[in-house]
C-alpha cells in the first residue's frame, strides 16, 4: 500500500515552454501533498506544500508564479514549471502525506530545460 | 530554523562490515526523526523513525535512537548487505502533527562484496 507515482518520469522541454508534472496517491487518498526539488547529489529541497481544495503553501524563495501546484483532489497534485529555463532543471520528486507524520514519496520526475 | 547535519559520504564498505551514519539535528521543540533509503533509480523509501526522546527505531537490520541530550539519531547496522547499498537521508519533521520534513544532505552507501 501507499504508493505514489509521478508522471512523466523525465520530460525534456524547449526553454520558455513550460511542463506539468502530475502526483498521484494510487491507493490512498492525501489531503497534503509535498513538492520537493533535488540537484545532483545535493538533498531534497522542500518547494511547497499542497493542500487539497486550498492555496499551495510555497517556502520562503519559491516563485509562486513560476511553480504553480494545483491539488485538485485528494489523489493528485500538479506542478506547473512555467516559462521554464536551463537553471529548472532538476529533479523534482512529490510526497503524499500519510498518517502521522509520515510521507509516501514518488519515484521523481527528472526535468531537462534545453 | 530547523535543520539536520549528516555525516558526509561517499561511504564505502566491504560486506559484513558495521555501518554507522551520523546524524545530529537543530530544532525547536522536539521533532520527530526519520530515515529514509533511496535506491537508485527509485524514490524514497521510509527505512525507520522515532517520534520521542530515547525510542529506537529499528527495520531491516538498521537502528537509529533519538538522542535529546545530544541531539542525535544515528543510523547503525552491525553486517551490512551489497542490497544496502543506497543514499540514505536523516530528515526530522516537527511536532503536534506539523508534516514538514527537514532533511540532511543524504549520504551514498556502497557496500562491495
Not at chain 2, 522515532?50 to 535512537?65: I, L, P, V, Y
Amino acid at each position: 500500500g501507499a504508493v505514489v507515482s509521478q508522471h512523466p518520469s523525465w520530460v525534456i522541454c524547449k526553454s520558455g515552454t513550460s511542463v506539468k508534472i502530475e502526483c498521484r496517491s494510487l491507493d490512498f487518498q492525501a489531503t497534503t501533498m509535498f513538492w520537493y526539488r533535488q540537484f545532483p547529489k545535493q538533498s531534497l529541497m522542500l518547494m511547497a506544500t499542497s493542500n487539497e481544495g486550498s492555496k499551495a503553501t510555497y517556502e520562503q524563495g519559491v516563485e509562486k508564479d513560476k511553480f504553480l501546484i494545483n491539488h485538485a483532489s485528494l489523489t493528485l497534485s500538479t506542478l506547473t514549471v512555467t516559462s521554464a529555463h536551463p537553471e529548472d532543471s532538476s529533479f523534482y520528486i512529490c510526497s503524499a502525506g500519510g498518517e502521522g507524520h509520515e510521507q509516501y514519496f514518488g519515484p521523481g520526475t527528472r526535468l531537462t530545460v534545453t | 530554523g530547523d535543520s539536520v547535519t549528516q555525516m558526509e559520504g561517499p561511504v564505502t564498505l566491504s560486506e559484513e562490515a558495521c555501518l554507522t551514519i551520523n546524524c545530529t539535528y537543530t530544532a525547536t521543540g522536539y521533532p520527530s526523526l526519520f530515515w529514509y533509503v533511496q535506491y537508485p533509480g527509485e524514490g524514497l523509501q521510509l527505512l525507520l523513525k522515532a517520534t520521542k526522546a530515547d525510542d529506537k527505531g529499528s527495520n531491516k537490520g538498521f537502528e537509529a535512537t533519538y538522542r535529546k541530550e545530544t541531539t542525535s539519531f544515528h543510523l547503525e547496522k552491525g553486517s551490512v548487505q551489497v542490497s544496502d547499498s543506497a543514499v540514505y537521508f536523516c530528515a526530522l519533521s516537527g511536532p503536534q502533527g506539523a508534516q514538514k520534513l527537514v532533511f540532511g544532505q543524504g549520504t551514498r552507501l556502497t557496500i562491495n562484496p
